[in-house]
């Protein structure tokens, strides 16, 4: 890996915040986050994101399933990143962010 790569890795790594960010805020804030995967069959793993335990982890491919071909496709070619870099990163970021989200174990209540 080159200093470029290195380079552009950070930039593509400090912008994936505000995507992550940005997903949540698309999809209902952490309630609606929680919702979706929860209507998608992944309760448990997201469910585990807002508990106080451990996160149990998720697959790119699940990522993919869950927000949907277009939704994916359109914020990587926004990024001009890969599809699957995009949902590698965010199978990596979106349990952090949940779980930072719930500090106390528990979704907030949706925003009015």
């Known amino acids: ?31 609606g986050i929680v919702s979706k995967f929860e209507q998608g069959g992944l309760g ?34 926004k990024l001009g990143i890969p599809t699957e870099e995009l949902t590698n990163k965010l199978a990596e970021l979106l349990p952090q962010a949940v779980d930072q989200a719930t500090p106390d174990g528990s979704v907030p209540a949706p925003a009015a």
């Open 1 to 31: 890996m080159g200093l470029f790569d290195g380079i552009l890795g950070g930039i593509v790594g400090a912008g994936m915040t505000t995507i992550v960010n940005g997903l949540i805020e698309q999809n209902g804030g952490i309630s």
């Open 44 to 77: 448990d793993t997201v469910r585990s994101w807002v508990g106080t335990g451990q996160n149990l982890p998720i697959s790119a491919d699940q990522i993919h399933q869950i927000l949907g071909s277009d939704a994916v496709t359109g914020i990587a070619q």
